[in-house]
DNA sequence: TCCTCCCATGTTTAGTAAACAAGCGCGAGC
DNA sequence: GCTCGCGCTTGTTTACTAAACATGGGAGGA
């Protein structure tokens, strides 16, 4: 994608709705800048694919650029559901490169062949490159190592793959979920898997199988359910199995919380309560979570903190002096308690019920 | 001096010409707010009286007010010519309440007698009180330290007076002064004194007498000048004298900037060159200084230094859990090199020629 | 071709708009 | 007459920007 004319710090300020002061701060990690507003001028410095003007010759130390590749091959998954999580992943790289001394760069694909993700790197003035591995195929991977840049993936895991991985710890998650379904003496454990075949959602069905098998359960083929993975989606297709005479298990974990909202819906209008006929679990963790009726127990993993590794990872391969040998990391999961899995936890009620949005982020 | 409404915020930043957000941050040591602005803010928060609502029970530990008494009884010294100097014991002050989580207010008492500065003090919702001592006599002193807060007195020192003083230390000025005179091998060294009478003043004129004799240098009656301590009356005065036939000494240390302004005005315009005919070095260091002709030599006792040291001793009262000893704390001075006393010092080219004004003064 | 000047681009500081919090006063209801 | 609730006023805090400043590049002139 390419302008006509030099882009400069205006053109980014006018598209992202903001001064030349504040994208000049959020380019240089510097001042008091909310969340919302550097998001929005990260999107459209990748949007337009603005270059700032100091990438001349790579300077030691300080001032290199990291580039952020979102990359959304289908849209299955990586769509405005799940848009608050793409934030927190920023967040989390962009504090740490900001402390590295490093400029983030976020690049958009959208509904583009991998190709076309190769091809931009090409040549790119940058130091080394984080990739979202959502939607990403073990070729789609290769093919984007291939570039040569030091690279590391999110949201995704190949462990045959010779290439840096940070993602999420599905096994520790899956077995806090079932654990969590014991304690409440479930015997009958569903989960509701994905149409859409994602590494993620692949590790988290396999990771149920073997756990379960670790608790000694049996799993019925029939508890096994695959949806649609967008809201109306799930809904849709969680109606047709009801109405098609679903045999419902004690519980169910949902592969993820759009699907776990759709389920939901779907049971209650069957006349299926929740959590008191049927316990139901979601993953991901999304605010929408606190507010459903009733509210969504859901595994969180902290982006945040999956961001400021794969910054982490990706500094210390560039600045080593020779090949590294690749890095796989996990990051543990929480199981964020609330109404859906049955047994509320009587939380304090917070002092202060109002918290001001998008507050400063700790420097540190 | 009273008001007939309730002041509030709003008011003294019309007064200020700032915004309330800006007079909240000042009166709160918050945010990054340049010292001529927060002097204006201070300012205005004297002049209108204004007493922040939260002044209601003394609360433990921090946001407690320390009441600084810019008393001018007359106005001989403490003028509209010596308002940096008050600003700057101000920033002094300011910026060490701030730190020891004090609120410092100042309010100014211009030509109105001492009772009515003591009978201001009463019943004030105060934690203690900096009094400007300039042009205050040993009574008046012990009548404001008889109204019981815990008080330090600066730019005066009486040294049998049982109170708590912050000055300058006149010796240390006066014997560098006349090192200074004694290294271009001057001899007859002569004094300019003030009309009035203030304790620094005189402590200047002893410490002249006292250090001429332990150079060994004897003064001539003719040599010790007495002239009027504004510009204009410095300027008449000493053409009087010079028309009367004045025998000029070698050198002239005279007791302020102020009197050696207008001194060196009509000695120029007598045809008497400074300094190839006659030396003059002066006292305070005022910005003025830097820019006369010929450029003035002059004392600089940091009163940032003085004001910080003069909160450091009241908090230390205000926090003792008996009564304390006086304490009395003199500044050491340095001597700064100009053209007026004769023998210019190379200075450094700064190597940046433009500096902001008012830059962010440090944290600590 | 080189040098100087001007303009454009990016940076930084300090002040504020606006959102928020807290407190006070007034009015209504019991 | 007292208490409670609501609305308004006062003070606070955050994050964004105006404007001053710095730097670099380009154009024009010598």
Redesign the pocket.
Known sequence: MKTTK?L???DIAQAAG?????V??V??G?????G??RKRVLEAVARLNYV???L?GGNEGGGDTLRFLKISKHGHTVNRDHSVFISDYIDGMSAEATRRNYTLEVVSFEGQPISAVAESLAGAPISGVIALGTELTEDDIRLIQGIGFPTVFIDTFYDVVDANFVDMNNEDAVYKVLSRFRSHGFERIGFVASHVDTTNFRLRQDAFFKNMARHGLKVRESDVLSIESTYDGAYDDTRALLEGGLDLADCYFCTNDIIAYGFMKALKEFGVRVPADVSIIGFDNLPQSATTEPSLTTIEVSKRKIGYLAVTILDDIINAAESQPSVKMLVGADLVLRASDGQDVPRPMPL?P???????QPAE
Do not use: E, H, W
């Not at 510097?30 to 909310?34: E, F, L, Q, V």
């Not at 109002?354 to 400063?360: D, E, G, L, M, P």
């Open positions: 030099k400069t710090i205006r903001v001064s030349p002061a504040t000049s701060l380019l240089n510097k001042g008091d800048i909310s919302v507003t700032p003007r100091s001349k202060q109002k918290v001001r949005a998008a507050r400063r």
